[in-house]
T-cell receptor, first 111, second 115 residues
């Protein structure tokens, strides 16, 4: 079982819709959870972090964490074509000192 | 604040040749990471430095990869000899401390193609 799993997609949504990206992790001791956005040919860029159960909102982005289900998600409201990118979920497993990344979900927002 | 600097941006080499990548982290950042990202996959940690000491190199293929951070600032990652499967983007990241719970900042990466 991979430490961090994401649906590889690709995921396509129309402009203005809500995009929902999901991630599960295997280590129950994981403490911190991150979403990075990576445009094609570019490096990952941190967009959201979440540390406790519940929702965290930042503009059009909402991160949701459920530690009991070992599940973290990212919602993008009012999706724009500029949101088209690969979204990487990253986790700090309990005993680790680095981030572990999922394989990413490719999102395309159609005009 | 200047970001994480990496060079070169692109490199094409033949298999069995050697190659080196350079990274200069954000000023004052004690922790430096090298990640390998193969096309279609997420970044995978190769090595982590805290100042000039190695914290974790458990996933570094030590028969061909080496890295150093001699003065606790910039770092060099070397591959010798390169294999076709080393074709990837090599990402350098830094953080102020060794605590990963605040995320970290990536450089623009070096895209390596081995032919």
């Amino acid at each position: 079982q991979k430490e961090v799993e994401q649906n590889s997609g690709p995921l396509s949504v129309p402009e203005g819709a809500i995009a929902s990206l999901n991630c599960t992790y295997s280590d129950r001791g994981s403490q911190s959870f991150f979403w990075y956005r990576q445009y094609s040919g570019k490096s990952p860029e941190l967009i959201m972090s979440i540390y406790s159960n519940g929702d965290k909102e930042d503009g059009r982005f909402t991160a949701q964490l459920n530690k009991a289900s070992q599940y973290v998600s990212l919602l993008i409201r009012d999706s724009q074509p500029s949101d088209s990118a690969t979204y990487l979920c990253a986790v700090t497993p309990g005993s680790a000192r680095q981030l572990t990344f999922g394989s990413g979900t490719q999102l395309t927002v159609l005009p | 604040e200047a970001g994480v600097a990496q060079s070169p941006r692109y490199k094409i080499i033949e298999k069995r040749q050697s190659v080196a990548f350079w990274c200069n982290p954000i000023s004052g950042h004690a922790t430096l990471y090298w990640y390998q990202q193969i096309l279609g996959q997420g970044p995978k940690l190769l090595i982590q430095f805290q100042n000039n000491g190695v914290v974790d190199d458990s996933q570094l293929p030590k028969d061909r990869f080496s890295a150093e951070r001699l003065k606790g600032v910039d770092s060099t990652l070397k591959i010798q000899p390169a294999k076709l499967e080393d074709s990837a983007v090599y990402l350098c990241a830094s953080s102020p401390t060794g605590n990963p719970n605040y995320g970290y900042t990536f450089g623009s990466g070096t895209r390596l193609t081995v032919v």
